[in-house]
């Protein structure tokens, strides 16, 4: 007997189902073909290392979804989907990278017998469905209309459920296991590597109650002048007296996050890093304070420039997004943006990661917070560390 590796209730899923099919209903798609790893977890609880191929999930207005992906894949599919194995379908491997084929002629045989007419969406701004996919699509169903549903599964995942809330909780609980070895390990002298490779231990061991998942995107960690440089990773270069370190990490449960920064300065701080610090933290809890139920994305973005711009510095980018369930290479859910022109209302259960990290010409601080609106009063933070920058001298 197969063994089904499901993480959340019917309850939970039936609930998924129905925002989804609302959703569509509102925009006129009859069909929904989801390539997005993510959202295909999160409707079916589907989780592999599939995704670069072609796969997807087709949802309905009124049936159970069917998982659709590489042939070899879908065991994989059995054992992690709610649904019951006549609604996982395979492709022949000949279609993977193949010149003469391609899978979406597979795709569109099975929407025609599942009946699929009208207007299908696609998920056409996203990572894992490409021009050529589309162009094939098109040419094989020439009677249908395929119209752009980019993001319209990401919205519905905005609120999370007390389930979901419970695997961010998880994940919070690595994410503070990883600051707290960062803390105690990082010293000049050490290699960059070296370090990494503790994170990554920390990362996947997890903690009593929960294992360590991959996070969708890896640990970052540029030091001094290379700091502003938001992105970079790391080599062998040992870590240096004088420079500051920013470490951008998060723990994984389940494919759930909860990112966290914190930043470790080798020796004595500057006094204009440490001036940088105390405006940032006092913008943080400003921001904080601002995410309420009720208010917008704006408010928490415009609380936490004003004592920036008191202290000169101006950032120039977000300083949030949604967070939740993720695979690479982000794990953001690219719906609302926190920034000053984003007007979107914030409900409880929503949860975002406030990530106002500085990049100035030759130095980088990262303060961050996972945060959850509540149903009442400021934003819970998930990760429960000092807000500050470390220094060991």
């Not at 609880?45 to 191929?53: A, P």
């Not at 990572?127 to 098109?138: D, G, H, P, R």
């Not at 290379?226 to 994984?252: K, N, V, Y």
């Amino acid at each position: 007997m197969i063994q089904k590796y499901i993480p959340f209730s019917d309850a939970e899923y039936s609930r998924r189902l129905t925002k989804t099919r609302a959703a569509m209903a509102a925009k006129g798609i009859d069909t929904l073909f989801v390539t997005d790893p993510s959202n295909m977890a999160w409707l079916t609880g589907y989780d592999g290392w599939s995704f670069y191929v072609h796969q997807g999930v087709i949802m309905f207005a009124d049936k159970d979804p069917v998982w659709w992906g590489r042939r070899q894949d879908a065991n994989g599919a059995i054992r992690t989907v709610w649904m019951t194995n006549d609604r996982v379908h395979g492709y022949a491997d000949n279609y993977v990278q193949s010149t003469e084929r391609h899978p979406m002629q597979d795709l569109a045989k099975h929407l025609r017998e599942y009946g699929a007419k009208g207007r299908i969406g696609v998920e056409m701004d996203n990572y894992y469905f490409s021009a050529k996919a589309f162009e094939t699509l098109v040419s094989e169903m020439p009677d249908i209309e395929f119209v752009d549903a980019t993001a319209l599964v990401n919205w519905q995942r905005g609120v999370k459920s007390n389930e979901e809330l419970a695997f961010m909780e998880k994940a919070a609980a690595i994410s503070e296991k990883i600051i707290d070895g960062l803390l105690e390990r990082v010293e000049p002298g050490i290699p960059k590597n070296d370090i990494v490779a503790e994170v990554y231990g920390d990362a996947v061991r997890g903690v009593d109650g929960a294992w360590g998942d991959y996070p969708a995107i890896v640990p970052l960690l540029p030091s001094g002048t290379d700091a502003s440089a938001p992105h970079l990773t790391w080599d062998g270069r040992p870590f240096a007296t004088g420079e500051a370190t920013f470490f951008e990490i998060s723990g994984c449960y389940r494919r759930y996050h909860a990112p966290f920064c914190r930043t470790i300065f080798l020796g004595t701080p500057p006094d204009d890093l440490k001036r940088a610090e105390a405006a940032l933290v006092e913008g943080l809890e400003a921001g904080l304070d601002k995410a309420r139920a009720g208010n917008r994305a704006c408010d928490i973005a415009n609380a936490l420039a004003a004592p920036l711009e008191r202290a000169g510095i101006e950032r120039g980018a977000r300083c949030g997004y949604p967070i939740g369930i993720s695979y690479p290479p982000d794990w953001g859910e690219r719906t609302i943006s926190l920034r000053s022109e984003d007007q979107s209302i914030l409900e409880p259960g929503m949860t975002f990661h406030f990530m106002p990290g500085l990049w100035m010409d030759d130095w980088g601080l990262e303060i961050t917070e996972s945060i959850v609106i509540t149903e009442h009063g400021p934003a819970r933070t998930l990760c429960n560390r000092p807000r500050k920058m470390f220094v060991k001298p």
